[in-house]
Nanobody, 111 residues
């Protein structure tokens, strides 16, 4: 059974940074893909970024250049480094593997 747990969310001002973590049991991130999605208030889930099995990360255009996705194989954890956060980044962020998602972590960006 795959279990995912996100952490690292919080409240920041515009321009601030946060680093989200996704820890997994029942799934090995090394050489396997994973995805971050987010859900803003009143909206559906939206794709943010995917870490491919090759280790290459791909990003949606609205986070390209601001977010960085990387993994620590020793800790079996994937990180989403988010810089220059903007109010439109406010959402619950989920890590996802196939149809499995964690409970999410809230990110709020406001002045």
């Amino acid at each position: 059974e795959v279990k995912l747990v996100e952490s690292g969310g919080g409240s920041v001002q515009p321009g601030g940074s946060l680093r989200l973590s996704c820890a997994a049991t029942g799934y090995i991130f090394a050489n396997n893909p994973m995805t971050w999605v987010r859900q803003a208030p009143g909206q559906g889930l939206k794709w943010v970024s995917t870490l491919l099995d090759t280790g290459k990360a791909v990003y949606h255009s609205y986070v390209e250049g601001r977010f960085t996705l990387f993994r620590d194989n020793n800790k079996n954890t994937v990180y989403l480094q988010m810089n220059n956060l903007q109010p439109e980044d406010t959402a619950v962020y989920y890590c996802q593997v196939d149809s499995n998602r964690g409970p999410g972590t809230q990110v709020t960006v406001s002045s």
